[in-house]
């Protein structure tokens, strides 16, 4: 077993696995911030282009990226057309249009205006799903919590996720034995012959001995981390963070670069507030 | 030096005194001076005495902290917060120390518990580091990585010059290398405190209920008197010389003919193959097991032993050939229909035990399959005693020993009145009190009840004491299905399923019998004895 699904717990070879940690969570958290501060078209869409250049470059497999996709671009469909249904002119503060394209019936009517302002929604979503996407895919657990610290937050934050990942493999295991027990004793999980409701029941079942297991590992894992000196200084290094090499270098700039402008964009947004109306109906 | 006793005597608590564990992670009330490398414990701190003391616990699977070998042995250097730099060629040079050097890269799924340890050896294995602490280190091993294990631990003691601490019940099993001396516990307390050999010349070790080498049973079953002059702490440099002809006499005297039993078949697997998605896990086996057997299933982890069992129970179904229940193709019965004719009880009672009070566990299997409440009762009253746990049955089952929680997962099975128990690592981590609680009491089900037993093991111990046959296997194969002693003395099958030669064959060998003989009466001699006193 060599990855969880999408998480990777080795490093993989394309140019984004090979920067380190700290480069890849400082870039995550100031595009975070970039795609959130604004409705802007020509703020988002590059950044759009750029995360789906980045999926790719990741060589992913796509059989285990399809569902994820489908499930998150499908809730976010849903969720656009919920925002129609609530309010078909939602669209009218942003744009200042109100002219109708298409009308079922007096109420629910799609006018120009919310058509373009639900498409950048949609797209401003979409790409922090993709931005998401591909910061979880590139980074590993390890990298993850040496990048963490490097944000100036404690590192015991960083330990809890990099464990966590480490277990969830042995506790499947465990979960996989027990239910197996438990259905030799005549417990029913096949999901054709009981109802939804009575299987949830029987799964309980097999979470009793899987917990009462886990806690007695639990003690374990604490001795054994407090016997090599976890927790001993207030620092700590990472044996999987590589120091900074050039690529680290150029993309520091360049998310130096990108936090300055937000600072700049969300500021000068403060001082003289920017007209809600969007893009193309700026000219 | 090896720290010895049974299970509650105090070991893993007096290791924990070394680590540091005691009494900065257990608090407690300490009187008296423990002392490591001069200074004295409780004025120190956990992470200081790391730094000396370097520990590798039991669990090889939850001290695995990092999520690769190389994050994982460079734990306590990150801990240190050393510089990477610094940190790499001293994560490859502990690597290499212990032969992981080529696995840096690797996550640990897919490591065997022996290179699990070797990692955590390496992980403790910096700097000032002046002694070593190995809690039960063979409690997860196979008997060969068991030795290679017990290999490693010598020759680092050797070229690093620091002191070694074990932890162990498996007496033999550790003195295959040289040992200085032993403490032997017992409530709390020192018993014995003196070299290998004065322990073995001494009766102390079989009164306080720890497991004699097999080489010393069978020279005291024949009635030698073996001095500390004899040097017996290991089978190849006893001195044989006096005991030889008494030994030939007492074995070749031994009455090894027994009657011919006509036995019904139970269950049969004929030409059975299975494949994980494209690896295959087993190739073409076949074997049959008669009502009332004993069976042994041995072999290396990840031979097949796992997937047979879970064929056997019918969690998993063949990709081709049959398997015959009772002369019928179990593809017809789900299941939860099989789970009433082949008991499964799981390795740790834990991971079974799902109520609060003995009976409602015991009577679970039967609520869930729909029976009667006469049927329910009248079936766990007789589980219940049967495992001699009825005046027990309205404890609450978080109170009861390890033992007892055994009984409790064997007789909820039982209550099922199943054709076949299934047994997976019945006495894994057991000390030998317990082992020969839970083994003689499964050897009473069977010769009482007979109901037909398999092991799935690699204590061969347990397969000589306790069974009758042994089904080998090795890479999904079934290389062997014999009875214990012939495959005992033959070394091909030996070496293709990790398993190891018993001190009986090298006795055997030295003083010039037949390997298989000589084993095969030993066994009829000393099961002779255990009924004689049971």
């Known amino acids: ?283 | 030096m090896l720290i010895l006793g049974p299970s509650g005597c105090g070991k893993s608590t007096l290791a924990n005194c070394i680590n540091g564990l005691v009494p900065f992670s257990y608090p407690g009330e300490i009187q008296g001076s423990c002392k490591i490398a001069g200074t004295e414990t409780s004025s120190s701190s956990i992470f200081n005495l790391s730094a000396v003391v370097g520990t590798v616990l039991q669990d090889s699977d939850a001290q695995f902290v990092g999520l690769s070998v190389g994050g994982d042995i460079a734990y306590a250097l990150e801990n240190d917060n050393m510089p990477r730099e610094e940190m790499l060629p001293r994560v490859l040079n502990s690597a290499t120390l212990v032969g992981m050097h080529e696995f840096l890269e690797h996550v640990p799924y897919n490591l065997s518990g022996g290179q699990k340890q070797r990692v955590s050896l390496a992980g403790i294995m910096h700097d000032h580091v002046k002694v070593l602490l190995f809690d039960e280190p063979l409690a997860a091993l196979d008997p060969q990585m068991g030795n290679q294990a017990i290999d490693l631990i010598d020759q680092i003691q050797k070229n690093n010059n620091c002191t070694v601490v074990i932890i162990e019940h498996r007496l033999e099993d550790v003195l295959y290398r040289p040992v200085d001396r032993i403490i032997l516990l017992e409530d709390g307390q020192i018993v014995a405190d003196m070299t290998p050999n004065e322990l073995l010349c001494s009766n102390i070790i079989v009164e306080k209920g720890i497991r004699e080498p097999l080489y010393l049973q069978a020279l005291k079953m024949a009635g030698c008197n073996v001095t500390i002059e004899d040097n017996p702490c290991n089978v190849f440099d006893i001195n044989l010389d006096k005991y030889k002809d008494q030994l030939v006499s007492f074995y070749t005297s031994v009455d090894t003919s027994k009657p011919v039993e006509e036995k019904e078949v139970v269950l049969e697997v004929k030409n059975v193959d299975f494949s994980y998605d494209k690896k295959k896990a087993l190739d073409d086996v076949s074997f049959s097991v008669n009502k009332a057997d004993k069976i042994a299933v041995v072999g290396k982890n990840g031979a097949g032993k796992s997937t047979a069992a879970k064929l056997i129970c019918g969690i998993l179904r063949p990709d081709k050939g049959k398997v015959l229940l009772e002369g019928v193709d179990y593809l017809k019965y789900s299941i939860k229909e099989l789970g009433q004719k082949i008991g499964y009880v799981m390795q740790n009672p834990n991971q079974m035990l799902v109520k609060d009070i003995i009976r409602d566990e015991v009577s679970l299997g039967l609520v869930l399959n729909g029976k009667s409440e006469e049927e329910i009762e009248r079936n766990i009253e007789e589980a219940l005693k049967k495992c001699d746990i009825w005046p027990m049955r309205n404890w609450p089952i978080s109170v009861v020993s390890y033992g007892q929680k055994k009984r409790v997962t064997i007789a909820s099975i039982l209550a099922m009145n199943p054709e076949i128990i299934l047994l997976d690592e019945p006495t894994a981590g057991q000390d030998y009190r317990v082992y020969t609680e839970i083994m003689s009491f499964l050897e009473t089900l069977n010769r009482n009840y007979g109901i037909t037993i398999l092991f799935i093991t690699h204590d061969m111990h347990l397969a000589i004491e306790y069974t009758d046959r042994a089904i080998v296997f090795a890479d999904g194969k079934c290389i062997g299905d014999d009875s214990v002693f012939k495959i005992l003395s033959n070394n091909d099958i030996i070496e293709q399923a990790n398993l190891k030669q018993t001190s009986l064959y090298s006795l055997a060998t030295r003083i010039g019998l037949n390997p298989e003989d000589f084993i095969e009466s030993f066994i009829v001699a000393e099961r002779r004895k255990r009924h004689e006193k049971s």
């Open chain 1, 1 to 283: 077993m060599k990855n969880l699904n999408i998480i990777n717990l080795t490093k993989g070879e394309t140019f984004l696995h090979q920067l380190s940690g700290t480069t890849k969570v400082r870039l995550f958290a100031v595009l975070m911030v970039y795609v959130t501060m604004s409705f802007d078209l020509p703020i988002i869409l590059p950044l759009f282009i750029v995360t789906i250049v980045g999926l790719v470059s990741l060589k992913p497999s796509w059989k285990v990226i399809k569902p994820v996709v489908i499930f998150v671009v499908a809730m976010n469909i849903v969720n656009i057309v919920l925002f129609w249904l609530a309010n078909p002119h939602c669209g009218f503060e942003y744009t200042g249009d109100k002219t109708v394209l298409f009308a079922f019936t007096d109420y629910l009517v799609v006018t120009k205006g919310t058509f373009w302002y639900l498409t950048v929604r949609l797209l401003k979503m979409l790409t922090s799903f993709t931005t998401s996407l591909v910061f979880i895919m590139s980074i590993t657990p390890s990298e993850l919590a040496a990048g963490l610290t490097s944000l100036g937050l404690p590192y015991k934050l960083g330990s809890i996720v990099e464990l966590a990942f480490r277990y969830i493999p042995d506790i499947s295991r465990d979960y996989e034995n027990i239910s197996i027990s438990m259905q030799c004793r005549g417990l029913e999980l096949d999901a054709k012959k009981i109802k939804p409701i009575e299987r949830l029941k029987q799964m309980i079942i097999i979470l009793i001995p899987l917990i009462v297991t886990s806690f007695d590992r639990v003690g374990n894992i604490s001795n054994a981390m407090d016997l090599r000196g976890f927790g001993k200084g207030k620092q700590r290094s990472y044996y999987s963070e590589y120091p900074e090499r050039r690529n680290d270098t150029i993309f520091k700039v360049i998310y130096c670069l990108i936090a300055l402008f937000c600072v700049y964009y969300i500021v000068s947004g403060l001082i003289s507030p920017r007209d809600p109306k969007m893009w193309i109906y700026w000219s």
